[in-house]
Structure formats: structure tokens, C-alpha cells
């Protein structure tokens, strides 16, 4: 039930445009709708329930599933150039988000258009909308109790509303043979590129692995097939009642100016007012899964470094419930944006489409690395990638024909997230590369006697910075620049946290390594990607832990404060980095810094990205000489006086 709710809406509302697409505003053929229907159907059998399904739920990284997941997966082969495929897919289907929505509630609310063919739709839909996106912030926990139910409702209004005109047509089951798809391309007014709108009916499947997480393995296999029955029930019903009316045209079938949708015409007049609630309902529910989806998408690219940091709520106590406002509100403009500018489902079918296609290679590209890393037999590898690239270029140069008809606003908006990941990720690197790193051997002596200096000012009772080095024997140069140089930081105990974000999504461990007892300490976290990290409430668990334990004692050093029992205080030292004048960089390193910084200004500071309280929090700017000048040869001349 649950599983029906949170996956299935985007793959279970394509019965509202599929067949409307393609069988377009021409008379209706019998020959043209037994090859929509075999063409659907094979559809749903290959790329649905074979690749994802049966083979690409299998790459799960600790149950979780996702393009992401499975980048995480591969890049253990340590082979160059995979990124590129996880940033492609990952952008593809943040996309597919921003198109999903409005052609999932205009296709549901256009049936309105039965009773009146002059209705504006557009405030309609952009209202529902912007209530759709303004409850995002309380979480989906009590919107979610009605999603399994409501969508149980769907799939079986789907089925009845098939089965009734399946059965008195029963002959049209022989589209199930293949040959009325072949036979499909060389007859419908839009040959091969007809394909573009058969892929319409497979859209959700990358939903099916992206929310393994939630839902699980078995229990998306084991509903998967009640759902595709009602899907093809429908679909075929759809197909029995246009042949039963060949030679006419939608737009004559529905009694008004706009072309009727083979969905609604299959609804009993009374009927009508009913399901289009039921529809938009789904549709609704259909938006809800992706938009939920992005998040994930997003917090999982922002412990891979592909995404600035932006805040992270958490709405419920559900595990994976999250709410990222900037992302939510640019969703909500991105389908503003998208309603406009379409105004209507039929018009939008131009542009959904070609980002999950494009998607769907990419993970087809690291499900084939993933075969090899798991040793599955070569043949089956071949065989596997060789079909599935096949059927999806195929599907994607059908989809190419969209282009200049509205395939370019998702690809516009795909190639502007994928330039955000990249630039992040490559400026990333850059800093890492130039990062100066030393032994903190060289320098345990000289913080022990600072510690213990009294003609120093005490900084803080305790002092923590964080810190990116991986080895627990190094520290970066700048930090002990800040500690001795900058300006003497005396302290009781120096504390060095360092993050790192693993490969398993839920992991939340610590190690604790005392470099100088009572006078230097260094906590390491391994957070799962799909974990937030707040260093604050954490690292106050591990000191917690740790004066449990007799490790360490955080009571005031101050003589009328320790008589007292009086807790030190806790400042932490985050230290921000800047591109300094004093570089010599090649051109497309400036560009990518530059960009870099520039995102930086409007992303969220380190200290609030880490959950840091504000009032304990000292921001230190410190500039980035990666490529220094070679050395200026000035010549001294002497004073003439």
C-alpha cells in the first residue's frame, strides 16, 4: 500500500496522455492504435519491468537505490570519466521534476474542458501548484497515510475503466504481438519519431530504483505487477474504444474544439465529474513522489560535492524525510515557468521526455560497470548494455525531434544543473589538489607549551576546527597558520573534527584519537551521503560520551569557575577561503573558480551547512594561492639625492 503511494504516480498517470499523444488530431486507424498499444506494452515489459525492475534493482548500496547510489557503487573501480554519467543522469532527473508536475495536474485538470471548451486552465493549475509546494515545509507524514489508499483507488478506477470496453473488444489482445510495433513506424504520420510519445508511458521507472530506499526490493517487485496489469488494462481498453470509433478524430469524439483525451472518453457522462477528481488527486500525488525525490537527489549531491550547500530541514521523524526550501521554491518557479509558457499538457509533451531518456543512458552506463565489478558474465553484460542502449538511443533520437517544439526548455534546464555539478565538483578538486597539508608531530610540542602559556590571553576554554585532512597525522597548514600566526589562539584542549562522507547512506560512527593528552584531540565522523551532518549536535554527543567514559575533562580550566563545576566554553573556527590576486591560473581554472565563488556567496556558510550555532562560530577569511606568479624581477636603482 505504501509502496503504491510513493513511487508509482508518475508511472501511473501516463494513462492520462500517452495514447492522447499519439494518436494526435488525425483520424483514428486500426492499424495505428494495435501499434500504440504492442509499442506500450513491449515498453512497459523492456525497459520497466526487465531493466529496472528485475536487473537495475539489484544495484542496491545498502537498500538504497538512485543514479547516485549506484555512482557511488562503480566509482569504487576507480575508473575516470564516471562522473560524468551520475552528473548527466542526476541533472536529467531533477529536469524530469520541474516537467513532471505541470503535465501530470494539466493533464488531469483539462478535463474540465468536457463541460466547457473555453476554460482557462493555467490559474488552476499553477494554484494547485503552489498549494502542492507551499506544504512541502510540514513534511509528507500525514499527506502520505492517503497517498497508498488514494492511489489504490487510481489503479483500480484504471482497470474497471479498461476492462469494460476490453471485453467487448476483446480481439485487440493480438496487439500484444510485436509485429503491430514494428509495423507501427512505417504507418503513423510520424514514422520513427512517434517513439518520442510511446516513451511517454515509461517515464516513472527511474522512480521505481530512485526510491528502493523507501520502499524496498521485494515490495516494489511484488506491486509492480499489480500495477502494470492496471495500466495495460487501461491502455488496451483506451485501444478497444478508439477502434470501435476508426475514421473519426478526438477532436470529434469529445463534441468541442479541443481535442478529446481517450482517457476521459472512456468514463460514463456521470462519471466524469469523478474521476477528473480522482485524476488530479493522482497527479498530484504523481508531483509529490518527484518533488520529494529532488530533495534526496539533492542532499545526496551535496555530501558527494556536486551541489552547494543549501539548508536541509528535517519536517518529520521519518527516516529520509527531508525539506530543502531553496530547492522546493526553485521547483515551484521552474513549473511556473513551464505552465506558461506550455499553457497546455499537449504542449508540454514536447519537452517531457527527453531529460529522463537521457537519464535513463546514463544509468544503463554505470548499471554495465556495475555488472563488471560484480563479475556477472561478459556475455550478459554485452548483451544487456547492447539492448538497452539500443532501445533507449533509440528512444532518444525519437525524442530529438521535440527539440525545437519544447525539448530544448529540459535540456536547457539539465545543462544548467549539470553545469552547477560539475563546476562545484571540478572547483572542489582544484582547492583539494593545492591544499597544503602538515604532519601535526612537527607542531604537538609548540601547542602543548601555547596551551599552557598564561601571558596569552585564553582564546577559548575549548577550541575546534574543522578539518579536511583524511590522515589523522596531518592538519592543514592554514589552520596551524590560524592557531599560531594570525593571532595566538591559546586553549585548554584543541579539537580537530573532521567529516567524511562514506559510501554507506546511513552510517553514523566516530573514532576519537588523542594527539596530546588533555591538550589535543581529534574526532573523525563517517556520515552515510544520506546524512545530514550536524557537527554541533553530534560532536556534543561525542564529548558527552567521552566525560562519560573519564576521557576527558571539560570543566572550566579558570580556578573560581572549576571550584564551581562550571562547563568551558566551546568556539569553533571555520575558516572560509578565497581566491587570492596572487595566482598565475590557465584560463578555464580561473573560469571554474570564478563560478565557484560566485555560487559560494549564495549557497550557505560552512558553519550553518554544518549546523554550527552562530554565537560559538569565529569565521576566518583566508585567501587560495594555487598557481603563485613566477618571481618579478624588480631592479633597485639608488636615490639620486
Sequence with gaps: MVTLGIIYGDIGTSPLYVMKAIMGELPIQEDIVLGALSCIFWTLTLQTTVKYVILTLQADNKGEGGIFSLYTLVKRLKKRG??????????ALLADGIITPPISVSSAIEGLRIYNSDIDTVPIVIGILFILFAIQRFGTKLVGKFFGPMMLIWFGMLGILGIIPLMSNIAVLKALNP?????????????????????????????????????????????????????VLNYFGQGAYLISHSGKTLSQLSNNANPGNPFYLLMPDWFVPVGIAIATSAAVIASQALISGSFTLISEAMRLNFWPKVSVKFPTELRG?????????????????????????????????????????????????????KRYNPILILFTVMVYFSIEISFFIANISKFTHGGYVSLIIAGLLSTIMAVWF??????SEYTEFTKIDNYKSVLADLSNDKSIPKYATHLVYLTNAQFSDEIESKIIYSILQKRPKRADIYWFVHVNVVDEPYRMDYRVREIIKDDVIRVDFYLGFRVAPRVNLMFKNVVKDMVKNGEVDITSRYESLNRNNVIGDFKFVIIEKFLSYDNDLPWYERIILDIYFILKKVSLSEGRAFGLDNSSVKVEQFPIVIHPPEDLHLTRVDDPN
Design 321 to 373: 524525510q527531508l525539506y530543502i526550501p531553496s530547492v522546493n521554491w526553485l521547483l515551484f518557479l521552474g513549473c511556473v515557468f513551464v505552465v506558461l509558457h506550455f499553457r497546455e499538457s499537449g504542449n508540454m509533451e514536447a519537452a517531457y521526455g527527453l531529460a529522463i531518456v537521457l537519464c535513463m543512458i546514463m544509468t544503463t552506463t554505470l548499471l554495465g560497470y556495475y555488472m563488471v565489478m
Design 426 to 431: 571540478t572547483a572542489k578538486k582544484i582547492r
Design 179 to 231: 509485429y503491430y510495433a514494428i509495423h507501427l513506424l512505417s504507418i503513423h504520420h510520424e514514422g520513427f519519431y512517434v517513439l518520442g510519445f510511446v516513451f511517454l508511458c515509461t517515464t516513472g521507472a527511474e522512480a521505481l530504483y530512485s526510491d528502493m530506499g523507501h520502499c524496498g526490493r521485494s515490495n516494489i517487485r511484488i506491486s509492480w505487477a499489480f500495477v502494470k496489469s492496471m495500466l
Design 82 to 91: 564516471l562522473i560524468v554519467p551520475a552528473i548527466i543522469g542526476g541533472s
